[in-house]
């Protein structure tokens, strides 16, 4: 019960951002112009200023950081073996499962970062960091920039270190109002059998898979809860930008987004709970 009660007042302030979020867009403040904006901003300065800072001054000499991508990855993998052996008997178009697909491995990184930060502090976003890097197409130029500085002992330079660091501080609230601002109530609303199918791959099947995994490879504490964390996460709102470009069903995504950001504020808690560090 105390593990489910801390989740919840972590997950609370997220989810709030994230109602923002749409309740801003709803009332088109500050306009419709500016969303895409702000996700490119977040997306390609914020965001790597984030990860560089953070991974820049992280201690990894007591983190399970290989043995908790392993699991990560064995979990997605298992996953995407299943779904394409299933492929036939789901009975979807090519642009169909592409979206059920993505809809059941990516996730949803500025939800994860700011409920690793509330539960584990500085050691979340280190193991955040390093699970985005192996299992969401990362920011490699962030990552390893502040590998570089950790590994050379240079750390944060004084006057570009304190300019990263003020940054960073913007990415996550930024973030998370652009996931909000992303969401799409009506597409949720016409939610059909591979929404419900994919809600319960991503936030049920793929964090109990991990969990194994974790077991598997004896990982604990802070790395065990990163990694289930990370692959319960509701799918990335860039989805719907890839599916619209690459020719994959963005009505479809439209809805596994908004159906599986719903769904996580009840899942996250459930799943989560027993992993507290």
Known sequence: RRGVTAIVLVILPVFALIFLGWLLRRRQFP????????????????????????LARADFSELDVLPMAGAIVAAILAMTGGLLLARRALGLSGPGF?????????????IGLAVAY?????????LAGVARQVASNPLILGCAAGGALNL?????????????????????????LCVGAA????????????????????LG?????????????????????????????PT??????????????AVLMASLITAQTLLAMLTLPVVLAPLVP
């Not at 306009?31 to 965001?47: I, K, M, N, S, V």
């Not at 570009?160 to 998370?176: D, F, K, S, V």
């Not at 016409?190 to 929404?195: E, I």
Request: hydrophobic share 50%; with cysteine.
């Open 98 to 110: 592409t979206s059920l697909y993505q809809g059941a491995v990516r996730m949803n990184t500025y």
């Open 236 to 249: 990335a709102t860039s989805a719907y930008i890839l599916a619209r470009q690459m020719g994959g069903d």
């Open 183 to 202: 969401l799409d109530l009506r597409a949720a609303r016409r939610a059909g059998g591979p929404v419900l199918l994919s809600s319960l791959l991503k």
């Open 152 to 176: 050379s002992g240079l750390g944060l330079p004084p006057v570009l270190g304190e300019t990263l660091l003020i940054l960073g501080r913007a990415a996550l609230p930024l973030g998370l």
């Open 205 to 233: 099947l793929l964090p109990a898979l991990t969990w194994a995994g974790c077991w598997a490879l004896d990982v604990t504490g802070t790395a065990a809860f990163v990694a289930v964390l990370f692959n319960g996460l």
């Open 118 to 126: 509330g539960v584990a502090g500085e050691a979340g976003p280190t």
């Open 31 to 54: 306009g419709e112009h500016f969303w895409a904006p702000a996700e490119r901003l977040t997306y390609f300065c914020l965001f790597p200023a984030l990860l560089a800072t953070t």
